[in-house]
């Protein structure tokens, strides 16, 4: 179905604020975020002008990924704070008509909940709550090649770890302490489905979640297909499993269908295709509201993978987002994203962090927010923070880039030089950089010693001196949202690419009824003059409404260097 003005739902015109506690402020000196830290900050999100605060994983947690490995659903780590800060935390969104959206990590636990450790006993009634194998047959527990399949996991190594006690394998797509549930058992869903309802009854108005695409299994775990070194690619087993759909319609239904208030769920899924997104967010289907891809996330990655980086073609680029726009337009919806917590900052990513950084990622910012879709925006991103431009191997904190380093480093693959240029580029640890507030020490972020390093740019990228600065990255951020807030055209609005095969400027109209919008971004660090024919007149009718330059002593045929521009049009 095609959304109207008159029923579309109330975040087809939202903007969604990503916050890492771990990594946004600090109230207690512990160098750790916290949760009064972000309740203190709750003014700079309100001045913004975002609907909707996502809150990365607070959960107890053993912390061997950040968090996304959890031991208890239904608790606060201490180290964030407590459920009591967490119900401080909503009544203060809520007081500023902000919606918080919890991250839901359901697809695995941390080898230390409850659920797992009584899984361990072979006799348990909870056994089947987790994949557990024997080793292959014929083959002694332990030796090489009886893990039960030859999948690889996506942090490195085998899905397999071998349980010395049983003699049995347990499964783990990512950490060996993230042992995978089984969803096939309706007691591990059913479990799944109260906790999920706690969290609504406590306030919560929604659920970002976690590679949800990845739940359903192939009960039978077949080998994969190896196409290079010893581990196989399992994908085709678990991206969007045979029984995916039965069980996102099976959680609507027991957690948000009876419920009076129109929540947010949002599911993150690697490796989804278009196809499959319109299924997911097909209203009619009852699913999850809108999908997170990463299709535009991978364009710069070589052969070898993500630390393999390629130079971005603005083509493919213009291709990947016109064709979600495209399939998507009239079922379904899509979220609309530079960074994360899993990604580096887009301004050295795809932008100029140096001379450009506030024209380049102004002008990212204009081009992926004038799309259709829910746009995210990352703690920092509204500042243009950058990467973090590490040094050295022992800056580093986080568990996927580690081991790349380890298992790079055992199998010979790559000098230092290129592993830290590689991990430099797409570490996750760009985006978990102490958010900078102001140029006080450790960018006011703590009165400790921050758990990872401060970006040493803090003392002229921060919150308060973007928002002091009218032409800042901090009030084009505001801009934007104003404009997605009061023009329907954004939130709705049909699409349609312009200029497809130019290399540098990316350009393409929004309609609805007999108002358009005219978006241009230049992607590059040099004046490029562009030309969209019978798509768009400039005569008195064409209102420019946006901008990151200041005056329009340019051709209306040419943009500066990083330029962006919006034009607005009406019958």
């Not at 407590?82 to 935390?89: I, M, S």
């Not at 909870?126 to 030796?143: E, K, L, S, V």
């Not at 009852?286 to 993978?305: N, S």
Request: charged residues 25%; contains cysteine; aromatic residues 12%.
């Amino acid at each position: 179905m095609t959304f109207t003005v008159d029923d579309a739902p109330w975040w087809t015109r939202a903007v969604v604020y990503q916050v890492y506690p771990r990594s946004f402020a600090d109230s207690d000196g512990d160098g750790i975020g916290d949760l009064p830290g972000i309740i203190g900050r709750l003014d700079h999100l309100a001045e913004l002008g975002v609907d909707v605060v996502w809150l990365s994983p607070i959960y107890a947690s053993p912390q061997d990924d950040n968090g996304y490995d959890i031991s208890d659903y239904q608790a606060v780590d201490p180290v964030f704070g407590t459920l009591e800060d967490l119900d401080k935390l909503v009544a203060g969104l809520h007081a500023r008509g902000m919606k918080l959206v919890m991250d839901l990590v359901v697809n695995h636990t941390s080898d230390e909940h409850p659920w797992f450790v009584e899984s361990r006993d072979p006799s348990s009634p909870m056994r089947d709550w987790y994949w557990w194998r024997p080793p292959r047959d014929g083959m002694a527990a332990g030796a090489p090649g009886a893990e039960p399949t030859n999948w690889g996991s996506f942090f490195g190594g085998s899905v397999w770890e071998l349980d010395e006690t049983s003699g049995e394998y347990f499964l783990h797509l990512f950490s060996r302490k993230q042992p995978d549930l089984n969803w096939e058992n309706r007691a591990v869903r059913d479990a799944v489905y109260t906790m999920m309802r706690w969290w609504l009854d406590r306030g919560v108005d929604g659920f970002r979640m976690d590679v949800i695409n990845l739940i359903s299994k192939d009960p039978a775990l077949p080998d994969g297909v190896v196409t290079g070194g010893l581990l196989a690619d399992g994908s085709a087993s678990y991206v969007c499993g045979p029984r995916i759909h039965e069980f996102l319609a099976e959680m609507h239904k027991e957690v948000f269908a009876d419920r009076p208030e129109r929540l947010l769920t949002v599911g993150e899924m690697p490796g989804v295709t278009v196809e499959q997104a319109r299924d997911f967010t097909d209203p009619a289907r009852e699913e999850v509201d809108m999908v997170f891809q990463f299709e535009h996330v991978g364009l710069d990655h070589g052969p070898g993978g993500k630390f393999d980086v390629r130079p971005l073609r603005l083509l493919d680029l213009k291709a990947s987002f016109g064709r979600w726009q495209a399939g998507l337009a009239d079922v379904g919806w899509n979220s609309l994203y530079w960074d994360n917590h899993d990604q580096p900052r887009i301004v050295s990513r795809f932008g100029d962090d140096g001379a450009s950084r506030r024209e380049s990622a102004t002008m990212l910012a204009t081009v992926l927010h004038l799309h259709r879709g829910t746009p995210y925006v990352y703690q920092g991103e509204e500042l243009g923070m950058t990467n973090a431009h590490f040094t050295r191997f022992d800056q580093y904190r986080d568990i996927e880039t580690l081991n790349h380093v380890a298992i790079a480093r055992t199998v010979g693959t790559g000098s230092d030089e290129d592993l830290l240029a590689g991990i430099g580029a797409m570490g996750r640890d760009n985006a978990r950089t102490p958010m900078q507030w102001d140029d006080s020490p450790h960018a006011g972020f703590t009165t400790g010693t921050p758990w990872i390093e401060v970006n040493a740019n803090y003392p002229s990228v921060n919150a308060a001196a973007d928002r002091a600065d009218p032409g800042s990255v901090f009030h084009h951020y505001r801009a934007l949202i104003a404009l997605r807030h009061d023009d329907p055209v954004v939130g709705l609005g049909d699409f349609t690419m312009l200029l497809p095969e130019d290399e540098h400027v990316y350009a393409f109209v929004r309609r609805l009824g007999a108002d358009a919008l005219l978006v241009l971004g230049n992607f590059s660090g040099e004046p490029q003059g562009f030309d969209v024919g019978d798509a768009w007149t400039f005569d008195d009718r064409s209102t420019l409404v946006l901008g990151n330059y200041d005056g329009t002593d340019v051709p209306a045929s040419e943009l500066r260097p990083w330029e962006a521009r919006v034009y607005r049009r009406s019958a």
